[in-house]
């Protein structure tokens, strides 16, 4: 299984980071392959809510930043694997906007 985890922390090396750590080495040892990405750090803007990803090209976000990266990762992995702080009673902002760029994908 291909999993790709992301990391909504702003601390590279804090607990998120070690929580990450411990499941990839369990899930590589279990034959899986893991990729991490550090998602807190990348330019990755919020949704715009245009629509463009509905009415224009569906499933193509308008915005070129960071995500544009990250796309082909999460196409290609079995599973997805979210790991973040809670700050103020949710997750991390970084992670968050992260999240909300997969909306292009409802219609695809």
């Not at 702003?10 to 980071?17: D, F, L, Q, S, V």
């Not at 990450?20 to 392959?33: L, R």
């Amino acid at each position: 299984m291909n999993i790709l985890a992301w990391n909504g922390s702003p601390r590279k090396t804090g607990n998120t980071a070690r929580l990450i750590a411990s499941f990839a080495k369990g899930a590589e040892e279990a034959g899986h392959k893991v990729t991490i990405e550090q998602i807190a750090g990348q330019n990755i803007r919020g949704c715009l809510a245009c629509e463009y990803c509905h009415d224009r090209e569906k499933g193509v976000c308008i915005q070129r930043d960071d995500m544009q990266d990250l796309y082909p990762k999460i196409m290609d992995a079995d599973m997805l694997v979210l790991a973040s702080p809670i700050y103020y009673y949710i997750m991390t902002g970084q992670m968050i906007s992260a999240l909300n760029r997969t909306y292009a994908w409802v219609h695809r």
